[in-house]
């Protein structure tokens, strides 16, 4: 029954994909956010590792980020209608906006690590493709560079060294053997996220020297 399934799903993932890009609402985001953490949830439930889990933070985290950013709207009609681009968002929405972002950042990275720390068969064969003679240890020190960043990430968000992850995150995934081009579009989430962290930090460090400032503006008064 799965093969059948497959084009199926895979159609309407473009048409969604589609949908955000040209026309963004939120009622497909809550979509997006719902069936990201269902088809992330079937790989340890069919056996696989937690890790496997966690480290597609981006596929469900991005569309939940940009719901946040959204807002719920004032009525139902707003989710089924057009997102506004240049939606005023409030300073107290950029600082969840900023956390959600740094947990998907940290979950996704750390899920990688992971998953190089404990071998996966696939990533194994990635680096023995590559040529190394110890595809074994590499995998260790991948793992451990990645969780040591998942970290960095999660306790002080740093602009340079969110696009080294970027950079590094959008190089490593081009090394799958088979289909590469859709391996690495597959996973735009994971880049996005970085990227919209990178974006983010900015507003959320303007948004906290607004705060500061009316705080210090309520105290004189």
């Given at each position: 029954m ?15 994909g ?19 953490i ?16 966690i480290?597609?933070?981006?596929n ?23 997102i ?12 969840i ?9 940290f ?20 680096y ?8 074994a ?17 999660l ?17 490593t ?49």
């Amino acid at each position: 029954m799965a093969y059948p399934l497959m084009p199926v799903l895979g159609t309407i993932d473009i048409l969604l994909g589609l949908s955000i890009l040209f026309s963004p609402t939120r009622i497909v985001l809550t979509w997006l956010v719902l069936w990201g953490i269902i088809t992330a949830s079937l790989r340890p439930l069919s056996g696989e590792a937690f890790a496997e889990l966690i480290e597609r933070a981006g596929n469900f985290g991005v569309p939940l980020t940009l719901l946040i950013l959204s807002g719920l709207g004032e009525n139902t009609k707003d989710w089924f209608t057009r997102i506004i681009p240049d939606i005023e968002v409030k300073p107290e929405t950029w600082k969840i906006v900023f956390n959600c972002l740094r947990v998907v950042v940290f979950l996704l990275l750390a899920g990688h690590g992971w998953l190089n720390l404990i071998e996966k068969k696939g990533l194994v064969g990635q680096y023995k493709s590559l040529g190394f003679s110890d595809p074994a240890g590499v995998c260790k020190i991948v793992g451990l560079f990645e969780i040591m960043a998942a970290c960095l990430v999660l306790v002080k968000p740093w602009r340079p060294l969110l696009l080294v992850f970027l950079v590094w995150k959008m190089g490593t995934e081009l090394f799958y053997p088979h289909w590469e081009l859709f391996e690495w579009v597959e996973r735009g989430g994971s880049y996005g996220a970085i990227l919209a962290l990178w974006f983010a930090l900015p507003a959320v460090s303007l948004a906290s020297k607004k705060n500061l400032a009316r705080n210090f503006l309520r105290i004189l008064a």
